[in-house]
């Protein structure tokens, strides 16, 4: 299994920005997906995370109503929407499968410029 993440980049403070991960390797779409982010100096934190179906979703207090985490099950792709950042978003994000992820992405880059 591979989950290969991009979008990432700089925006300004305030901006939006959407990243994508694609997974491959898996012969059906009947597994959770979500996204995490570790900031420089800081441990791995959850963002969000979305059922097979998209149905049961969950976001982090810190992202909440800013962020929408999305999947298209026939494309194996997994997004998440980031509207009004702050530099506090500035982290690298990492897709993964399941909750507790068994599989993870290398890692995408968001830097939020204030």
């Known amino acids: 299994v591979q989950l290969q993440a991009s979008g990432g980049g700089l925006v300004q403070a305030g901006g939006s920005l959407s990243i994508s991960c694609v997974v491959t390797?898996?012969?059906?779409?009947?597994?959770?997906v979500g996204w995490f982010r570790q900031a420089p100096g800081k441990e791995r934190e959850f963002v969000a995370s979305?059922?097979?179906?998209?149905?049961?979703?969950y976001y982090a207090d810190s992202v909440k109503g800013r962020f929408t985490i999305s999947r298209d099950n026939a494309k194996n792709t997994l997004y998440l929407q980031m509207n009004s950042l702050k530099s506090d978003d500035t982290a690298v994000y990492y897709c993964?499968?399941?909750?507790?992820?068994?599989?993870w992405g290398q890692g995408t880059q968001v830097t939020v410029s204030s």
């Open positions: 993964a499968r399941d909750s507790p992820p068994v599989n």
């Open positions: 979305a059922s097979w179906s998209g149905a049961t979703i």
């Open positions: 390797g898996l012969s059906s779409s009947d597994y959770g």
